[in-house]
């Protein structure tokens, strides 16, 4: 057969393959897009293969090549637009081996494959096998030697792409938080029917291997029980869950949720059924009970902001991986952990995620839990905690009980809630006395004649029970710093023996525990611990890279830009000139244009000049006049609120409709309070339960200090948040003195900025010369 090869590569571009295989999952399209334009703009050729490992098995037409404009729309569609497939062939030699020759007669040498733990075991394997199937190929006469000289090695990157996150060495995986979205809203409509007929329900969702989905489903709608394959209920389970459930109901609740894993099992590997637990609920609790199983629901639907973000993000790595790869570097997949993307060698994740499955079979049920990440046991730690009220065990002893102030300062956001429910579920499961501070500090600073009352109340369990997946503040906020009357304040704390205090909010938040910090030296009753759990839509709080409702505000943002651009779509040439929040902070701006794919994004870190409007209306020139009607969708430039002074979003949208010249129109939306949310995104939830669960630990190791200890130990006055790839607090001393930037009320070093670049890259902006 004649050799059908391209000639050596030497001195021609790079070209990288992109494929989708698997199961789908919502944000492999904007990985798909981040990988074709990185290769793109690193001055590589992109291509993308068809239908998974079956496009490459067959060739031709199914491994395109891929340009600039060809995945324009992806980052918002579900599914994935190149497609998938389950490909028997590929898992034989035979069928990689034709794999092998269709990439060298596409002159193709690296493949970034987005898939689960199977897809990308086949893709190491590929590349462990890829010598001798080339030199097959050879002595087979279908390449020459010549042909394949310059294929000699094959790069393979793995993203991994799977709604379960059941792989090991990742926190997350692309897709999964689409699913929860999808899984979350379903129980918030389910409980709102169970709420009104006081019923039970049990609800079935994915997890074959893995219960991630249903532990954190689980933690964001405060259900009453969970049943995940890694860890199996005790012997006596139908007994527990019933005492527990009971419980419940007996304080008051209207509502049973039970979650179940589709892998659920008891200890002996026998299949727990969701009939089965409806059956107990029904007959030994006398619930009416129903069943509902999630399906495939918990595939579709657009991604969320954070698998936008995760995929466009990850996706560029990959290409950067591929680039920087030497011969003998091993495939890696790239990770996130905590905040941190980061490469991980693939063979080891795939083998450790491997591993649970074999310890899940051999029942060693605590190295299944071990094997997942710390972050998994942890959230089921905090779930535990937090839900069982009937736990005597865990009671701490009668001194070192603590009555816990709860506050909430400044704007409300979504997380705000959930965080202060599992602080007061932590209280009662502790044996601490949660004490609600309602309205802010200006609650606390009310009089009767001279005497102080304050707006504070003990909280009871059923008070709380439902907050986790409400919008907004439930024990009310305001933006009232304690400096308006300390004394009052401090009168206050001491008639109500506040012994610890757990402030949730934003930058306000901040300012008063510094204030609250600063006053100890003249108020005895600030001598007790303190925690911050920020908690802002802004995501400008020193001391943490993300604070609660930040995520809940991107998800409200994109769905709003989603509308804009698809009110625009097939008929107009149109530009929305969108305002966001953030104060003078451009991380909402910035990450909602990473996720939504903004033609450019204004932040107050940066400025708007006239060079940048020039050169931004010349690029949408370019791109509307390019555009063939193929993509004839509204853009999108988003500008922080507080940007600039004098180029406002009116005024820059005025200039562009003047500049467009009748070709294109620019509108202006500003979604104000919109961004706010509803309801909190899952992860605000479950990020709320973790780091409420953590601040509450924090204040109870500090509440065994003496005064004079307390005094001394910075930590005693902390904040809680996400640096890098781990969860830490930090002393406020420290943070407000080196990491704060208090002119623009922001952390002085934004860790975000260095993702300002790729934003731009990937929507083509040019740079401005001589613009910093
Ligand atoms: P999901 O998490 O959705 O199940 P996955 O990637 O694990 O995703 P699989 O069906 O296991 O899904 O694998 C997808 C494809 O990857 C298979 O159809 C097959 O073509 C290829 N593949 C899987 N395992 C192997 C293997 N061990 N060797 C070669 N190819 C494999």
Known sequence: MAPTAPPPL??????????????????????????????????????????????????????????W?????????????????????????????????????????????CGGDGSLTGADTFRKEWPGLLEELVSKQELTAEAIKPFKYLNIVGLVGSIDNDMSMTDAT??????????????????????????????????????????MAGISTGADFLFIPEQPPEKDWKKEMCSIIHEHRKRGKRVTIVIVAEGAQDQELNKITPDEIKDLLSNDLKLDTRVTTLGHVQRGGAPCAYDRMLS?????????????????????IISIIENKIIRKPLLEAVELTNEVAVAIKARNFDKAMNLRDAEFAEYLKGYNITTALNQPTSK??????????????????GGMNAATRAAVSYCFSRGHTPVALHNGFSGLIRHHSDEPIGSVREVQWLDADGWTSRGGSEIGT???????????????????????????????????????RVARQEFEEFKIPMVLLPATVSNNVPGTEYSLGSDTCLNALIEYCDTCRQSASSSRRRVFVIETQGGESGYIAT????????????????????????????????????????????????????????????????????????????????????????????????????FGVKSLQHLEAKFKLSKQELVDDPMSCAVIG???????????????????????????????????????????????????
């Open 10 to 67: 030497e001195g021609k571009k790079r070209r990288i393959a992109v494929m989708t295989s698997g199961g789908d999952a919502p944000g492999m399209n904007g990985a798909v897009r981040a990988v074709v334009r990185m290769a793109i703009a690193q001055g590589c050729e992109a291509f993308c293969i068809y239908e998974g490992y079956e496009g490459l098995v067959q060739g031709g037409d199914m491994i395109k090549r891929t340009e």
């Open 69 to 113: 404009e060809d995945v324009r729309g992806y980052l918002s569609e579900g599914g994935t637009l190149i497609g998938t497939a389950r490909c028997a062939s590929f898992r034989e030699r035979p069928g990689r081996m034709k794999a092998a020759k269709n990439m060298v007669i596409a002159g193709i040498d690296a493949l970034i494959v």
């Open 174 to 215: 692309i897709g999964c938080y689409s699913s929860l979205h999808r899984i979350c809203n379903s129980v918030d409509s389910i409980n709102d029917t169970a709420q009104s007929h006081q019923r039970a329900f049990i609800v079935e969702v994915m997890g074959r291997h893995c219960g991630w989905l249903a532990l």
């Open 312 to 332: 466009t993000l990850q996706g560029a790595e990959a290409v950067k991986a591929v680039l920087e790869a030497q011969p003998d570097t091993p495939s890696p």
């Open 396 to 413: 701490r002893p009668e001194n070192e009980r603590m009555r816990v102030g709860i506050i909430h300062v400044g704007a409300p956001c």
């Open 478 to 516: 305001n933006r009232t710093l304690p400096s308006e009357d300390m004394k009052t304040v401090a009168a206050v704390f001491k008639k109500y023996n506040i012994q610890s205090l757990f402030i949730v909010g934003g930058f306000e938040a901040f300012c008063a525990l510094s204030e609250l």
């Open 591 to 690: 990450i909602a244009g990473l996720s939504i794919g903004a033609m450019a994004v204004y932040t107050p870190e940066e400025g708007v000049n006239i060079k940048m409007l020039d050169r931004d209306i010349d690029h949408l020139r370019e791109v509307f006049a390019k555009d063939r009607g193929q993509a004839r969708a509204g853009k999108i430039i988003l500008r922080n609120e507080k940007a600039s002074k004098v180029y406002t979003t009116q005024i820059i949208a005025d200039i562009i409709m003047a500049e467009a010249k009748g070709r294109f129109e620019a509108r202006v939306g500003i979604p104000g309070h919109f961004q706010q949310g509803k309801e909190p995104s899952p992860m605000d939830r479950v990020r709320g339960v973790r």
């Open 722 to 772: 996400i640096k890098g790839a781990s969860v830490q607090f930090s002393s406020m001393l420290k943070v407000e003195t080196e990491e704060t930037d208090w002119k623009h009320r922001r952390p002085k070093d934004e860790y975000w900025t260095k993702m300002k670049p790729l934003v731009d890259m990937l929507s083509g902006r040019p740079p401005v010369e001589g613009n910093g």
